[in-house]
């Protein structure tokens, strides 16, 4: 019987967990056992009890006894590259895994027959929605940004009617209208916000107003790139467009920033000058912190203070709600393991084009072609 081994999360910070109890039976349903490392769901509100009263599941006492016999291998971030010798040979791995900053790792597990299916590869096509994992976490990334910005924010964001007067909504500017941005205008408009957002594409206008926000119209052409992304602006671009955007910057109390454009750096939105010239107690988040971020003051991971505003470099957002982070997750794995799993073992089918976007190596080749072009210019 094939096992399916949940590991810890060793990143700092990381409180997310690959698999969750409400989902393990669908897991052994597939025909796998599973095998849980200690501690791995104690972060995410899932202690290793919840997982062990289940059929099917055994928690182990170290990764190592986890790892033993694992024929799949589940968790959210990569392992680091020295952890890629512990994977047993020909075992499968499922996670988040950006092939373009992972290459030592990619070629390791090339080496040591790994099959590796990345969630960051995972096609943008209603059949593939269901595991659909950066869209999952990108959602709750920007739901929790929206409520971080508000807590921090130092006035009440709906409008307050009061027997001593009437308080003005607050006004928040949502920068890229993709998957957090919708769900952060989503957040801001319950919360009772006046909200206006911005994207370079310009489909995203109608599902902004279907959510009763503003879309703001810039003098500017539109930047539709591949599969429903961006495509990455010239310097001239994002020059104009700062200067166009500035006023309703400096007007917003709250800006919520989640533009990017795949593989390439944030593009930059918002610049230290705008931000001087925004009102005292306004606050920024930037949701693209970890890429570079939107606003020329971000810091991954850090508060700044600039005069009276602060600018939020919020990288890691879906890890401040675990509980729903992980199961969303964990939704999105065992879809992918109804995709590959077939009578209790890994039988991947190429021909399918989930399958053949998302493996990054099997069989000891890299099959991800940009990847492989990467590896052999390096010269791994
Ligand atoms: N399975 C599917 O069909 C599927 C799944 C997920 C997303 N999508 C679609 O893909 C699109 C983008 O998804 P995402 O959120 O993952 O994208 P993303 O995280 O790559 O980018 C976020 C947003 O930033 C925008 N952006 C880039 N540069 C900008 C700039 N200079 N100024 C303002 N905005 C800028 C992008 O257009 C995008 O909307 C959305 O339309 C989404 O609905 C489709």
Redesign the pocket.
């Known amino acids: 019987m094939t096992v399916l081994a949940v590991l810890r999360e060793l990143r700092r910070g990381e409180r997310r967990v690959g698999m969750v109890p409400s989902e393990i039976p669908k897991v052994t349903g597939a025909g796998l056992d599973v095998v849980v490392e200690t501690g791995a769901g104690e972060r995410a509100g899932f202690p290793d009890e919840a997982y062990a009263d289940l059929d099917g599941v055994t928690v182990a006492a170290s990764r190592r006894e986890a790892l033993q016999s694992a024929g799949i291998v589940v968790c959210v971030s990569p392992p680091a590259v020295k952890e890629a010798d512990d994977l047993p040979e020909r075992a499968t791995l499922m996670c988040f895994l950006p092939p373009a900053t992972n290459l030592d790792l990619i070629g390791r597990l090339r080496d040591r027959g790994i099959t590796a299916f990345s969630f960051d590869l995972v096609p ?3 059949r ?2 269901a595991m ?1 994992a ?2 999952s976490q ?1 959602s709750l990334a920007g739901y929790q940004g929206a409520l971080l910005a508000a807590e921090r924010l130092g006035r009440a964001v709906p409008m307050m009617m009061t027997a001593a007067g009437t308080i003005p909504p607050a006004r928040v500017l949502v ?7 919708l769900q952060a205008i989503a957040t801001t408009r319950r919360l009772g916000a006046a909200v206006s957002a ?4 310009t489909e ?1 206008a109608e599902e902004v107003r279907s959510l009763g926000a503003t879309f703001v119209e810039l003098a500017l052409e539109a ?1 539709k790139g591949e599969g ?3 495509a990455e ?1 010239s310097k001239e671009f ?1 020059a104009r ?1 700062q200067e166009l955007i500035a006023d309703r910057v400096a007007q917003s109390d709250i800006v919520i920033t ?5 593989g390439r750096p944030a ?1 930059r ?1 918002v610049s230290t000058a705008t931000v001087e010239r925004m009102r005292a107690g306004s606050v920024i988040v930037d949701l693209a912190a970890a890429s570079g971020g939107n606003c020329e003051l971000t810091v991954d991971g850090e508060d700044v203070e600039h005069g009276a505003v602060v600018v939020i470099g919020a990288g890691d957002l879906p890890s401040q709600v675990a509980t729903t982070a992980s199961t969303l997750y964990a939704r999105n794995v065992t879809n992918l393991i109804a995709l590959v799993v077939h009578d209790g073992e890994v039988r991947p089918d190429f021909d399918d084009d989930i399958v053949a976007a998302t493996c990054v190596t099997a069989g000891g080749v890299v099959r991800h072609a940009p990847t492989l072009q990467l590896l052999e210019g390096g010269g791994t």
């Open positions: 943008r096509s209603s593939a929605q659909d950066l869209s990108a920068m890229g209208a993709g998957v957090a941005g911005y994207d370079v594409r995203a930047q429903g992304y961006a602006q994002l467009q989640t533009a990017a454009v795949p593009p939105l």
